[in-house]
Structures are given as C-alpha cells and as structure tokens.
C-alpha cells in the first residue's frame, strides 16, 4: 500500500508564511513528479506547482515568485514552501506523485496516489 501524508496546513495572517510538507509512504522504488494542487470552496482543483524527477519545476502564475516547491527524495518527501499569503490563497492542498511501488506480493507499478489534504487559511 502506498499513500501521502501531507502537513503544515493552519491560519495565518496576509502577507504571512507556512511550509507544507508531503511524505511518500510505502515500497516505493522511484519517484518521478510530485506536485502540489489546490482546491478553493466551490472552485476546481488547480496545480499550484510541480517538480519532475529531473528537477524541473513549474508553478502556477498565481503564485510565482511566492511559493518554491522542493524534494528531497531520500527523504521521499516534497514540501511547498509559502509566502507573501493571501487570502485567495485559501484552500485545501493536496500532494500527488507519480511513482514506482509495490501495491502486492510481487506486483509492481506505476501509479498516481494523493494525499488527503491539508487546509491552509490565510485571513486576519
């Protein structure tokens, strides 16, 4: 079985900062994206940024040049990294990785798996 657990989440003030954190738990044997979405109330799920194996990263333009997304992969772990918050930015955010696991004896694959989300209110 695999799963992710993120953290972090809470209240703060505008202009405040958080840092999410995301572990992969599990057999895994290779990570490749990990990312971070999230959804406001009554609106879609959104990609707030991403980080591919290789390192690449890309960030939704609403959040450019206040959020940093980064891994560390020994760790198996992804964080997300906040600042300069807004109350827009309220929402739920969830993790999701695309990863190499064992999901059974001898049964080895690719899947997407998500966390179950951490809500991050940004109000004074």
């Known amino acids: 079985q695999v799963e992710l657990e993120e953290s972090g989440g809470g209240m703060v003030q505008p202009g405040g900062s958080l840092r999410l954190s995301c572990v992969a738990r599990?057999?895994?044997?290779?990570?490749?994206?990990m990312d971070w979405y999230r959804q406001a109330p009554g609106k879609q799920r959104e990609l707030v940024a991403s980080?591919?194996?290789?390192?690449?990263?890309n960030y939704a333009d609403s959040v450019k040049g206040r959020f940093t997304i980064s891994r560390d992969d020994a760790k198996k772990t992804v964080y997300l990294q906040m600042s300069g918050l807004k109350p827009e930015d309220t929402a739920v955010y969830f993790c999701?990785?695309?990863?190499?696991?064992?999901?059974?004896?001898?049964?080895?694959?690719?899947?997407?798996?998500w966390g179950q989300g951490t809500l991050v209110t940004v109000s004074s």
């Open positions: 980080s591919s194996g290789g390192g690449t990263t």
């Open positions: 599990g057999t895994i044997f290779n990570i490749d994206h």
């Open positions: 999701k990785a695309d990863l190499t696991a064992a999901v059974g004896a001898h049964d080895v694959r690719d899947v997407e798996v």
